[in-house]
Structures are given as C-alpha cells and as structure tokens.
C-alpha cells in the first residue's frame, strides 16, 4: 500500500491550557472539586495549548449528552470533510476518486454513521464502500491504517481514505470529580486526521506500507475505554496503562520486525501515538529510543492534545512534511488504545510528494 498523503484539521477554537483549565474549573462538579488538583492534572499533561469543538464558553452551558453528541455530529463532519479535501488535494485526487472510505471515531454516536455523512458533504460517489471504525480509540489512527492496507492487497488499483476525527472535548463529564475524568480533561483535544492511500499499482507514494501486526492484551479490558451513561462517555483510565506499554510492547515490536528480518536498529524513524508523558516515556525506555526519535510525538501533545485516534496520524502529517525521511528507510507506526492493545505498522519511506 501506498500513502499519497496526510493531512489534519483542527478547531477554529484554539486555546492555551491555563485558559482550558480557568474554564473546566467552573464546569466539572462545581463547589466538589478541588481546585488544586486539577491544575496539577493540567500541568503534567504536557500539553501547551489545544483546540476544542465549541467555544470555550459553551462548555458550560451543555445541558447534557443529547446536545453534546448533536454538537459531536455537526462538528465531526465539518472537521472530517475539510481533512479529506484537504488530503486528496495533496494526493492530486478529487472525492470521486475515492473507491473506499473509512472514518474512525469514539467520541460520539452517529446513525447514519460519520462516514455516510462526510461522502455525501464532499461529494464523493454513489457506490464508494464505506467502513465505520468505531469504539476503538486511541488505537484506531494506526489500526485504520493497517486495515486500508488489508483491503488494497486485495484491490491493488483502488484509491482508500481513512478520515479519524475526534472532539474528545465533547465528553467530559461535569459531574464526574474521578482521577480519570481530571485527568481526561487536561490531556485530550479535538481534531481529524485523513491518509489518502492506493495500492500498488501506480507510481510510489511517501511512504509504503510493508507489513501490519495487531495485538490484544490479556485481562485489559477494563484499561482505557468509556462507559455509556445516561449523561454520555465516561472515561476509564487506568492508571496502569505506561506499565502495560513497558511490559509488552519491545517483544512485539521486536518480534514483528524479526519476521522482516530487521532489529529496532534498522528503524529510522518513529511515529508514535502521543498517549501522555508517561505512556510516551515508558515508549522510549522500553524501545530504548533517544527524546529526539519521538520529538515529533513530544510536539504534537504540546502543541494540541491527544487526539485520540487522529493523534498518530497528526505525527504522520509531521513526519513526512516537516522531517522527510530518507527514501528507503524504515520506519515505525504505533499506537495502544481500548482492549487494551496495540497496532504496529512497519513503514518504508518513498520518494513521493506530500
């Protein structure tokens, strides 16, 4: 598989994280919470700014999950068309071009589902698959990725788009003063990602897919997720998630390269799912991988938040624009989300324009 392009959408609405936190004070249970230690969530999260759905005004007045889901639905469409235009441009592609089109989400509930609704906003044709990735989370950048690949083996001349979009923003819980919902509050932002995709035939791409792998982790379930309540998403956070990424996650990238007969030596480049502080530090302990090999990852949860699963595809977009590797090189794409799991893409730089 080829990737033609990638390309993000934010928010109009972009905020420092001291103004985010000034705001969500005044939101989440009003007269329980301590103050202090939300700041102190928000100032570990690692994250300088993002930029949110609505008005930072607004949250305060969402009188509950039916409105917020409304707001998900108008947003994540608009935010998920401006993402894809903006990739098949770069891809020299218009929406008619596209045979196959995925839209990954767990942000919010939409019937019909976002993909259906994107098609028809952006034009795209009558008979286009489409295929809705939801529940899967932070995973589902890199899992959608992997998936594009799967159907192109198939249909090696077919064009294939993944649109991920996430207004993460939308389901934090006013009433809910958890460890997971402070922290959630100071460490998620809103956005899209979209990779424009083809299969083999044609001319190379950026950057060629090789080789997927997917992994499932025993006894994780209750690790990362949401729980649906009568007043929306709730979020599960474990605390324990970092320690998962390092027990794990240097056998399987190790064991997947070794079936290419390639060690962590021979990856020249890293996109990383931007999970936290935490979770991207036991990243690099694990894989004993140097700051700099995942600065782009650092820059991305400092500069919006973690998207979700438009995060690693926003590292994507970085990688291959601002850092191009070198034309044969390999690299690696990884994220972990809901399950608990990961999804692990080995990469190989072409000489392509994004």
């Known amino acids: 598989m080829q990737i033609l392009s990638a390309r993000s959408a934010l928010p109009e609405h972009r905020h420092t994280q001291d103004e985010i936190t000034d705001a969500f004070a005044g939101v989440i249970a009003r ?13 570990n999260a690692g994250v300088s700014q993002r930029h949110l759905a609505l008005p930072l005004e607004a949250y305060a007045e969402l009188s509950g999950f039916t409105e917020a889901n409304d707001h998900f ?43 259906a609704r994107i098609a028809a906003v952006t034009g795209m044709r009558p008979d286009v698959k ?9 995973v589902a950048g890199a899992a959608g990725v992997a998936r594009l690949h799967d159907y192109l083996l198939g249909r090696p001349d077919h064009v ?11 389901t934090v819980q006013r009433d809910d003063v958890s460890v997971p919902n402070l922290v959630a509050s100071g460490l998620f932002g809103d956005g899209a990602g979209a990779v424009v995709a ?94 700099e090999d995942v600065r782009l990852t650092w820059e991305s949860l400092d500069r919006v938040g973690n998207l979700s699963s438009a995060s690693v595809l926003h590292v994507l977009e970085s990688t291959l ?34």
């Open 31 to 43: 007269g329980r919470l301590d103050e202090r230690v939300l700041r102190r969530f928000h100032r």
């Open 198 to 291: 083809r299969g083999s035939a044609g001319e190379p791409g950026r950057a060629e897919v090789l080789d997927t792998r997917s992994r499932l982790y025993p006894d994780s379930e209750r690790t990362m997720g949401f729980d649906v309540t009568s007043g929306g998403l709730r979020i599960v956070l474990d605390a324990e998630v970092p320690a998962i990424v390092g027990r794990y996650i240097r056998d399987d990238v190790d064991g997947f390269l070794a079936t290419h007969d390639l060690t962590r030596a021979d990856v020249g480049w890293w996109v990383c799912h931007p999970g936290g502080p935490k979770v991207i530090e036991a990243l690099q302990e694990a894989l004993e991988l140097e700051r």
């Open 160 to 170: 294939a788009v993944l649109i991920a979009v996430e207004l993460c923003s939308l």
């Open 130 to 138: 489409r295929v809705p990735l939801v529940g899967l989370g932070c």
């Open 321 to 354: 624009r601002e850092r191009p590797p070198r034309p044969g090189s390999y690299g690696m794409m990884l994220a972990m989300g809901p399950g608990f799991c990961s999804e692990l893409v080995l990469l190989r730089a072409g000489e392509g324009a994004l």
């Open 73 to 115: 639905i108008e947003q994540a469409v608009v935010l998920g068309s401006r993402a894809v235009e903006e990739a098949l441009k770069a891809a020299d592609l218009t929406p008619s071009d596209v045979d196959l089109l995925m839209v990954a989400t767990v942000t919010g509930l939409a019937i019909p589902s976002l993909d």
